[in-house]
């Protein structure tokens, strides 16, 4: 095809290199199906719980085993007009995170995917809920809660 053996190479790795764009292309396509995968069988299982007869925290842990997924979290909010407890739910085998809101005003659970810029956030509170409970004391994380709340209600 090409006298010129450089030429030939570099021919060749431009064909490699986009064969491996679009393979991490379809790669990322896939783990997010995956998560969004995860993510609406959490959403079935909360659904088919019998919230409020079932408790939040009972709900969460039937998400978390049901889905396979690991709790990351699972807070009271004190400082939110509507919601009254957040939990996080990460994902084993997409990687993505879940969250669940009780949602006081009208005794739901809303279910809803963090998205990617949430993800520091979400991290943040989790640290804090595995720190002992004499450093919890020492760091409010109401801050980082309402950060949370605040952005999923923008979006």
């Known amino acids: 095809m090409l006298d010129n053996p450089v030429a030939s190479l570099a021919y060749q790795g431009t064909q490699q290199q986009g064969l491996v764009n679009t393979l991490h292309g379809q790669l990322v396509a896939d ?4 998560s969004d995968l995860d993510s609406v069988l959490i959403e079935m ?3 088919g719980a019998a ?22 979290f699972n807070m009271r909010v004190d400082s939110h007009a509507d919601i009254r407890r957040v939990a996080a739910i990460a994902s084993t085998s997409g990687g993505g995170v879940t969250l669940l809101l009780l949602d006081f005003t009208d005794m739901s659970i809303e279910v809803c995917e963090a998205t990617t810029d949430l993800y520091p956030v979400v991290v943040a509170i989790a640290r804090w809920t595995n720190q002992p409970l004499n450093e ?20």
């Open 31 to 34: 783990m997010a199906r995956i």
């Open 51 to 72: 919230y409020p007869t079932i408790s939040f925290d009972s709900i969460v842990d039937l998400a978390a085993s049901g889905s396979g997924g690991r709790l990351l």
């Open 45 to 47: 299982i909360v659904k």
């Open 136 to 155: 919890q004391v020492s760091a409010s994380c109401e801050p980082a809660l309402l950060k949370l709340l605040d952005a999923l209600s923008a979006s």
